[in-house]
């Protein structure tokens, strides 16, 4: 059983897995990266350019804490293209007599009830470290923002006062990809709320802002290796 809810840090969510029988739907790109809490281990999920599966939770379930996009570096100290499609132990990103410390604050609070451990310590260690570290980027989270509502690459940039190869680089650092590969990203999303909240496929997908249904079929597929029906069966 999988459940959410909003963090008490700005934009983020804290999340929670269940052990149990049955696969639960792959994670798709959302731009976001999460800290981690799998098997007493402190991991970095990094941003994703295509669906994951969430295989690895299975057995023990697992929390996390969903970072937005552009977060997690400055909390972190390292750029999202380095940690691309990547899961790392914390250990790996930063020296384990970092990491390791941590990790016992969260192992502290033991497990939950329902087996899963207690995602209440996880956020609580991001908090922590957010008040430590600097600010994200407010201009990436602008761009972040725009391009969330569907505005157009140059639209966005302008509005940040950025140009290409500036934005490109930033967003390299902030999100993992670039400002096309995230607006596609984004889009996706946002469509596949709406078709999850019943809003016809066809209808959809002109709100998303693509051409027609078949673009969406062709996005869906090259992000996340499924068709709509499969994805809606899972």
Do not use: N
Request: hydrophobic share 50%; glycine share 10%; with cysteine.
């Amino acid at each position: 059983m999988y459940s959410e809810r909003p963090s008490r840090l700005g934009g983020a969510v804290v999340w929670r897995r269940a052990a149990g029988p049955g696969g639960p739907r792959p994670v798709l790109p959302d731009g976001c990266m999460d800290l981690l809490w799998i098997d007493g281990a402190l991991l970095v999920a990094g941003p994703d350019t295509r669906a994951h599966s969430a295989g690895l939770a299975l057995a023990s379930g697992c929390a996390g804490v969903r970072l937005p996009p552009g977060a997690a570096p400055a909390l972190l100290g390292v750029d999202a293209h380095e940690l691309r499609d990547l899961r790392v132990p914390l250990a790996d990103v930063w020296q384990a007599r970092r990491a390791r410390p941590l990790a016992d604050r969260v192992r502290a609070a033991g497990p939950s009830r329902t087996g899963v451990p207690e995602a209440a310590a996880l956020e609580a260690l991001v908090l922590a470290l957010a008040d430590e570290s600097p600010a994200p980027d407010p201009l990436l989270r602008q761009v972040a923002d725009a391009l969330g509502r569907g505005a157009a690459v140059a639209v966005a940039a302008a509005t940040a006062g950025l140009g290409a190869r500036q934005l490109h680089r930033r967003c390299l650092a902030a999100f993992g990809y670039g400002p096309k590969t995230l607006a596609r990203i984004l889009r996706l999303r946002r469509t596949l709320a709406l078709v999850e909240a019943g809003t016809p496929r066809a209808a959809a997908a002109a709100h998303g802002g693509y051409a027609d249904q078949s673009h969406l079929a062709r996005d869906m597929r090259a992000l996340t290796g499924l068709t709509m029906t499969a994805y809606a069966a899972l």
